[in-house]
């Protein structure tokens, strides 16, 4: 079947240790996004690529990085630098850049700094 | 810049009611709309979407309707059941050209509960 997994559904860390969360798709979708949710708030955007090799920032980039070696898969780590970490981390490909493309989710990554 | 504004939370029915969430949104182009519902625990799911203007989307009950001359997409079920509750997300896309590159703009969310 195809869709996008995000791994682990759980993660947990302590302060000053860099984590990275996985995703990939096998929808053979050229784009790619972070989204990092927060309770009581909307999606907000990370990092996005829309070819391999290439990434551009979102909204709220700082403390975080991405790689896009392959169209597949789009990792994102988080670094020591993000001061808020905890949160919840959704994935989401799309097919092309065409406005009326919707994005597909992966099912999360719940990260919690202790 | 984009934005989209959804009628504040929470929303607590009875099953069977009727269902109305707002969403009005401000973009520099045409943007296609789109709803999207999540799960407790789970990604986002598409509800339904429109591109143009007078479009009506519709999926499982739900239905919006594009209305430009308002700039809302608001949200509809004639009767809802316990299994709509979820939070339902309001979005927007800009054409990909220049720096979106179709990325989605997000209303902060609206819980649904539903009760037997």
């Known amino acids: 079947d195809g869709g996008i997994t995000q791994s682990p559904k759980y993660l947990f860390r302590k302060e000053g240790q860099n984590v990275t969360l996985s995703c990939e798709q096998n929808l053979n979708h050229d784009a790619m996004y972070w989204y990092r949710q927060d309770p009581g708030q909307g999606l907000r955007l990370i990092y996005y690529s829309q070819i391999v090799n290439d990434f551009q920032k979102g909204d709220i980039a700082e403390g975080y990085s991405v790689s896009r070696e392959k169209k597949e898969s789009f990792p994102l780590t988080v670094t020591s630098a993000q001061k808020n970490p905890t949160a919840f981390y959704l994935c989401?490909?799309?097919?092309?850049?065409?406005?009326?493309?919707?994005?597909?989710f992966g099912p999360g990554t719940r990260l919690t700094v202790l | 810049g984009d934005s989209v504004t959804q009628m504040e939370g929470p929303v607590t029915l009875s099953e069977e009611a009727f269902l109305t969430i707002n969403c009005t949104y401000t973009?520099?182009?045409?943007?296609?709309l789109f709803w999207y519902v999540q799960y407790p625990g789970e990604g986002l799911q598409l509800l339904l979407k429109?591109?143009?203007?007078?479009d009506k989307g519709s999926n499982k009950g739900f239905e919006a309707t594009y209305r430009k001359e308002t700039t809302s997409f608001h949200l509809e079920k004639g009767s809802v059941q316990v299994s709509d509750s979820a939070v339902y997300f309001c979005a927007l896309s800009e054409d990909a050209g220049g720096t979106s590159y179709g990325k989605l703009t997000f209303g902060q969310g609206t819980i649904l509960t539903v009760h037997p």
């Open positions: 989401a490909s799309r097919p092309g850049p065409h406005r009326y493309n919707e994005q597909f």
């Open positions: 973009a520099t182009g045409y943007p296609s």
């Open positions: 429109a591109t143009k203007a007078d």
